[in-house]
Nanobody, 124 residues
Framework: QVQLVQSGGGSVQAGGSLTLSCGIS???????MAWFRQATGKEREGVAALDVWDSSAYAESVKGRFTISKDNGKITLYLHMNNLQSEDTAMYYCATSSLPWSGPELTSSRYNNWGQGTQVTVSS
């Protein structure tokens, strides 16, 4: 069973930066990793994804501002967020998929392991 433990997040002013971390442990294969977010009253949306071949995908709203990366030695997934805006305010979740590889997916149904979530609040 894969376990995901998130850290980071918090409050920042518009234009600021934050980095989220997600420690991954457990024995199941991980074919894709991703960050999702859910704002109050909205559906969960995919933000960024990274597959086992290091191919990445980003939501249009974060392209050029967010970067997904991983540290293979520490088995940690990161989301580096720059130029944060108020619309980025949400609960952020990391996720991994042990399903057969299908590229860096931004669809939540493709992921079967989830972190506990961490709040990001951007004030204007």
């Amino acid at each position: 069973q894969v376990q995901l433990v998130q850290s980071g997040g918090g409050s920042v002013q518009a234009g600021g930066s934050l980095t989220l971390s997600c420690g991954i442990s457990g024995g199941m294969p991980v074919n894709s990793m991703a960050w999702f977010r859910q704002a109050t009253g909205k559906e969960r949306e995919g933000v960024a994804a990274l597959d086992v071949w290091d191919s990445s995908a980003y939501a249009e709203s974060v392209k050029g501002r967010f970067t997904i990366s991983k540290d293979n030695g520490k088995i940690t997934l990161y989301l580096h967020m720059n130029n944060l805006q108020s619309e980025d305010t949400a609960m952020y979740y990391c996720a991994t998929s042990s399903l057969p590889w299908s590229g860096p997916e931004l669809t939540s149904s493709r992921y079967n392991n989830w972190g506990q979530g961490t709040q990001v609040t951007v004030s204007s």
